[in-house]
């Protein structure tokens, strides 16, 4: 049993948690994943259920210490990052009061649109937290009424394991260290109706926020007393684990949402966007649903397969996908099977194939998914070049579950027509990100800068000369598509 020190990290997402185990150089040394539902009771309601997440995690991490390979007396910090933006009410025990709402929850359009009104600014939308606070206070009275706090997935969890909840500054929608957002974020609660108190206190996220009590230690089979540090949203563990957390870093993330994400100075006027110190912020082009939506894809073209084989098809969807040439023959599709930010597209639009020709098959069909997601990282940069000024970059670290794919990645180099370079073992790029909390807080590393020298990247891909001008091509159509598609789209209003 190896007794070095190590750092737990725990990497809690849609569709479920993982602990990873890495050295105090921030290298992945263990994994184990445990699963949970996503809940849909209603149009545009996404739930899930915070019990779940807490059980996941102990199971996840029985799981990593399984083997015996590691000793838990070793672990000499453990930090979670989470989906941003969920919202979990709590009793005064602690206990989750209803299932709590995710970043996909869509439901509040209607709120979003009456704060809109309210502040004289188009901010808000049906997926921001603010709305779906409105909404939980509007819909749910006895449950605001009764909450004791009002948590998200991180603060949750750093409760169960120190007693004590905290938000850390890139999770925490009700306070800043910015007096001038700040302030926005009172007149808003105040607007809502619901006081600061009912939410936890902010922290940083190296900061030691407590330490494992003796029954969370006896749970996770962790020695009591191991430090417990803020952790952060997914969005800056990722900016971190791909090596772009130094300002002028430029990622894209392939998950079961996507973005691309600048590392930028902070900045009082951006209200969508995520900071993990008092220095920089990761500013974000955001796709509600990228690798959802490719999944679909795949269940529904390739049932059958996907079936009886399970995770493996996917590397037979590739097969196929590269035997198309760009362009898909024509054919296009939008990828917004559960709706889209604007302004490419809207909470309304829905997954649409054109062009389908008698010779059409499948593998057009999954390429051209694959080629949509890849057209809207290029106009995303285009429209963060002209709104923001943001430099349209010489190249992109890409990480996350979609970039195991070199097909895509191809693809995408060529879409956008610049080299795309993926992290090795970018699936495990946010875990890492989360490590570096432990390791700056305890001082094993001097600043999240580190991570970019100890971050390999496993290939690049340099555009292909021929398939540039197809893709600029059919980019200029695809940009149109939503405004096109309008009036079938209304239909879902």
Known sequence: ????????AFDLGTGGVKAVLTDTAGRVLKTATENYPLYTPGPDMAEQDAEDYWQGLLAATRAVFASGEYDPAGCVGLAIGAMWRGIIPVDGAGKPLCRGMIWLDARAGAEAEELNARFGADLFSSIAYWPKLLWLKKHHPDVVQKADMILEANAFLKLRLTGRATSDVSNCFVSSFDPVIDDFYRKVLDYIGIPRSKFPPRVRCDEQVGTLTSEAATLLGLPVGVPVFGGSGDIPAIAIG????????????LGSSGWVGYCVPHTSDELYISGFDEQRDVAL??????????????????????????????????????EIPAGSCGVFATPWFYGEHAPLAGPDARGCYLNLGPNTDRRHMMRALMEGICYGFSLAMEVKHEQKGYPIPQGVRVVGGGAK?????????DVLNMPVSVVAQSRHCGAVGIAYHVLVGLGYAKGYEEAASKAPVRAVFTPNPENVPVYQKGRRVFADLYKTLSLVFATNR
Request: hydrophobic share 45%.
């Open 1 to 8: 049993m190896k007794k070095e020190p190590f750092v737990l």
């Open 242 to 253: 791909a090596g772009c957390a130094a300002v002028g870093g430029t990622h894209i993330y």
């Open 285 to 322: 082009f955001g796709f509600q649903s990228i690798g959802l939506s490719y999944r679909l894809g795949v269940e529904q073209l390739y049932a059958a397969e996907f079936a009886e084989r399970g995770e493996a098809i996917f590397q037979e969807v590739d097969r196929q996908v590269g």
């Open 405 to 413: 794919s070199d097909v895509w990645m191809q693809m995408l180099a």
